[in-house]
């Protein structure tokens, strides 16, 4: 009956993610498997394939939506706003999965991925794939080439360093802060120059 | 004869490079073999494995100098130079391999790369491995974090945006004017905002 309630419930894929994460940290990333994490969130392996199509996905089922939810922000600022700018309200955007609440599962998840090297390139990839569709939504809102590509490129580097401090262990700050403290910093470099 | 001097010879890296990109533009990478190559560089297998560990190599054997000629150029900037400005002499100083003879190899290079997901992925590391070399580099000039991270993130964002410029078929401008156009736009972009 708890299986039937959770396998639909909304809280099915945060219990598989809290296992998988645990199991990860624990054992390693390779050595943990399928039926170890269904049966550590008390779920059935048939309901772990409902949501999530292999373990690797666990850790980055919510890298879609994220890109999505930064070019959405990009998308959103206002039409005379600068290339760099808009990139700005993308990236700040992302602070509606970057609460003050996901800073743990965040800090955990970097610390698995760092130490297994197929999920550091599956991660690199992603940042990638991050760096296209910003520079997409760019040149959709008019910014020629190169200054898309730049803008996009230079906006993934601030986002590595905003996730970087966003995620130590002794951080209270905002992700909207640490994005708009790395810009800042960015804009300093580049002027000092 | 003409073996036994070519296996010595400074030309058979060269010879086997050439083969090998042919062969990858003509046939694809995964189904080219070892043998096929040396068959088609007028050498033995036993000698391609002299020069190279894999096929795969053969495209990557390059990056590890272009990573040791950019982080020396960083390290040979004037110790009074901005983070930034010791960034644009590593990138420039790659114009030591960047030269107008190579670009068509670059060309064909890059069209193999994009046309495989395993080269794809292996190219995104070498350039996160350059972005993390770059930043151990101003680290210890002195450079503090996370300005050290900012830089080198936004500078291979420049290289690859300068890259992309430097092999275009019309393109007939050096590598160091390409690298400084982009490093210009850069700032012009982050001063607009």
């Known amino acids: ?40 969130a008390g779920l059935t392996e048939r309901t772990f394939f409902r949501h999530f ?20 922000g ?10 760099f700018e808009a990139l700005a309200a993308g990236l700040r ?6 609460t003050p609440e996901r800073r743990d599962y965040a800090r955990q998840r970097r610390a698995i991925i760092a130490a297994n090297a197929e999920l550091r390139e599956r991660e690199l990839i992603k940042l990638f794939s991050l760096a296209s569709a910003i520079a997409t939504q760019l040149r ?18 601030v986002f590595r360093v905003a996730f970087d401090r966003w995620i130590e262990k002794k951080n209270e700050r905002d992700w909207s802060v640490l994005v708009d403290e790395s810009l ?7 002027a000092a120059a």
Chains 1, 2 share one sequence.
């Open 1 to 40: 009956m708890i299986e039937a309630m959770a396998r639909w419930g909304p809280d099915a894929t945060g219990r598989l993610q809290a296992a998988a994460l645990g199991l990860y940290a624990k054992q390693g990333f390779e050595e943990t498997t399928v039926a170890e994490i269904a049966a550590r």
């Open 53 to 72: 199509a292999d373990k690797r996905e666990v850790l980055f089922a919510g890298s879609e939506r994220l890109e999505q939810i930064i070019v959405g």
């Open 74 to 83: 990009v998308a959103a600022a206002p039409a005379a706003a600068q290339p």
């Open 93 to 98: 955007a992302a602070a509606a999965v970057f």
């Open 140 to 157: 959709s809102r008019g910014v020629p080439d190169p200054a898309a590509g730049l803008t996009a490129e230079a906006g993934v580097g």
């Open 184 to 190: 800042a910093e960015l804009k300093e470099i580049i």
